[in-house]
């Protein structure tokens, strides 16, 4: 048990996957998993153990924003020996060939400021993705016939920006899409020897302002969550 996830040390898999939503954990362990178990839900913030192809998987909320991302990373491997985390989420596509649906796999992950940002002070990290599970990813993409984006985004800490200068700029340098976590997990793995990855479903379009209503999004999300499986135990 640690301070934010109520689960016993036992409870916890080596490979977790880690959705912003606590009720897009819940439903992508009902629907994924087998033997889905709540094993936290310490402030609301769900987690669940099951199994995969016989592989054993936890897929726990991680909230929205890099400091909340930060707390149940950190968390699950100190406290759990986490070895694999993988984000699922959404994101907001910023290049005109990325369309709502698509997929996302982040080869990095650029931010402005990051919880991190403080160990590196004048010194800007480059956040990278574990290379084993990004081309595991690719290749599970490619089998499920997915239109899949393999590139850069960025992570920012705010949801409601006000720096258009900034969108320019990022969609300028072929940023892919936008979110609000991976930088700070990819930045943490590399810090504890850990690998990361994020996959995201372009939920929203920045340039054209195309959003999936929130009805479909599940359905959606169905792809990102089996490449993310598929690319943990490749």
């Not at 916890?12 to 959705?19: D, E, G, K, S």
């Not at 969609?171 to 793995?189: N, P």
Request: with cysteine; proline share 3%.
């Amino acid at each position: 048990m640690s301070i934010h996830i109520g689960a016993k040390s036992d409870q916890i898999a080596q490979t977790v996957l880690m959705p912003g939503d606590p009720y897009r954990a819940r439903w992508a362990a009902e629907t994924f998993l087998e033997g889905a178990t709540l094993i936290n839900d310490v402030r609301g913030m769900l987690g669940y153990t099951g199994s995969w192809k016989g592989h054993r998987v936890t897929i726990q909320g991680s909230g929205m924003g890099m400091p909340s991302l930060s707390i149940y990373a950190n968390e699950l491997i100190r406290d759990y020996d986490a070895q694999t985390l993988i984000r699922i989420g959404s994101c907001g596509g910023m290049q005109p060939h990325v369309a709502i649906r698509d997929v996302i796999i982040a080869m990095t992950a650029s931010t402005i400021t990051s919880p991190s940002s403080s160990f590196f002070k004048e010194f800007n990290f480059a956040a990278c993705a574990d290379y084993d599970l990004l081309s595991a990813a690719v290749a599970a993409a490619k089998a499920k016939g997915t239109k899949t984006h393999v590139g850069g985004i960025y992570s920012s800490d705010v949801f409601y920006a006000e720096r258009p200068d900034i969108d320019e700029q990022m969609t300028r340098h072929g940023i892919l899409g936008v979110e609000m976590e991976a930088a700070e997990l990819y930045t943490l793995a590399a810090r504890r020897n850990r690998r990361a990855l994020a996959i995201l479903t372009v939920s929203d379009h920045l340039q054209t302002g195309e959003a999936l209503p929130s009805e479909d999004r599940e359905r959606t999300f169905g792809d990102m969550v089996e490449i993310a499986l598929e690319a943990a135990f490749t």
